[in-house]
Every structure is written in structure tokens, then in C-alpha cells.
């Protein structure tokens, strides 16, 4: 059943327009491959081979292969023409508003309280898109981090510091002060999480991608797998406009 899922959103995501060519394809239709990114972010734990985040800059492209420099060293990674892609473009707290569908990555406090430390602003055609809680790696933190998707339903604003990590995706609904309620669904069951938002913490937006935004010098987050041999293999790609690196 999972596999034949899979292998119906390849085929969506690969159709693309054949007067582009051979090398990395364009995503069409974008709104449909973005939201699939997203989604399966929090997917990746579950999977018979583990994904890996990658973090760095594109040093080169050679056909459909993507040298991306990391803090570690370069790090060649295979695209496909069914690698879905999106573009992290500059936001602000104005697009943070009653209803909007958000993404916050988070971490604990020494009290136990959540603290944001970076916000996505998802399209609508993201609503909804992946709820539940998840493992994540924020490079923020030294120890466990969990991303989880939700509903807002109420904010109120704090300031503070982190230790470990949480993306909580969501609806949100404003209340005096600067924090975030957010719900989620997991199954049958489901959960909540309140998130402080400090000032200064990045805010950005997550919008349909193509080919044309992966160019040597642009700053990307890469969900990849490792075969046996070691070699990567992209499952989607997020790319920073104008210099903006992916906070996530």
C-alpha cells in the first residue's frame, strides 16, 4: 500500500514540461510537490531506510547531481526528475496571523516550556499537511529534537533559551502576549503543545520550487537516503532565496 502511494506521487511530481529536457526536471505542479515535501517531513523515522538531513551550500551541479559543501565536508547527492523541491523566502510576524497554517521549530527550556526558534508560513495548499509529532536534528541543540505538525488555537509572546528541540506546525488563533497553542492529530489520538515566540527569531516562507533555484552558492536543506554504498539520494530539496539559509 505504501509503496504504490509512493509511486503514484513520483509520477506526479515527475510530470513536467518535455521542452525543458534532460537534467533536473521541474516539479509540476508546484503547489502539489511543495506540499508533499513538507509533509513528509516528519514521515522519514518510520521508513525501512532512515532518511538524513543535509545542511549546507551547493558547490556545483553536474547533470543531476548535486555537490552541496557541508560543516562536515562536500557531500554528492543525486537528484531525480520526481525530487520534489521548494523555495524558504524572507517572511515576517505580520504573515503570522489569525488562521494561518505554521510550522515552528522549537526547543525545551530547563522548565519544560517550549521556545520557538525559527517560524514557517505555509501556503494553503500546505494546510494540514503532515500532522503529528516527530523526530528532528535542529543543529541548534546537542540532544533529541521532534518536529510536530498541528492546529493553533491560541498565542501569547516570552523570550528565553533552549536545550532540545520540537517542530510544531499549525493553525494560529491570537490571544494577549506572544505564544502559540497548537493541536495536533496522530491517529486516532492527538496532542498539544504551547510555544513561546521570542523576538529576532527567523520567520520565513515556504513557496512551490523548481530546478531553476538549485545554482552553485545557494543554501539548502536535503532530506536524502544512503544505499549501501554510501552514496545519497535526494527525496526533496529546500532552497533559500537571495542568500536566506533554511532554518529548519
Known sequence: MASARKARIQFRCAHSDPA????IAR???????????????????SAATKAEHIRGTIESIDGEVVTVA???????????????IARVVQSDRAHITDGSFLGITSVTDPDGSQR????????????????????WDWPGVSRGSKMTN???VASRMTNGIATTSKMTNGTVSRQAGSSLMLQYKDGAS?????????????????????????QPGVHVFVVARRNSEGAFTADRVLAGKNGLVPPM
Do not use: K, N, W
Open 20 to 23: 525543458m529536457g534532460p537534467g
Open 27 to 45: 516539479v509540476l505542479p508546484a503547489l502539489l510537490c511543495a506540499a508533499l515535501l513538507l509533509q513528509a517531513y516528519g514521515r522519514e523515522a
Open 70 to 84: 557541508t560543516s562536515s565536508g562536500s557531500v554528492r547527492i543525486q537528484l531525480a526528475p520526481s525530487t520534489p
Open 116 to 135: 520557538a526558534v525559527e517560524v514557517h508560513v505555509f501556503p494553503e495548499a500546505m494546510r494540514g499537511a503532515g500532522e503529528g509529532s516527530y523526530g
Open 150 to 152: 498541528g492546529t493553533a
Open 190 to 214: 492527538g496532542g498539544s503543545q504551547t510555544i513561546a515566540i521570542p523576538a529576532g527569531i527567523p520567520i520565513v516562507a515556504i513557496e512551490p520550487g523548481d530546478s531553476a533555484d538549485l
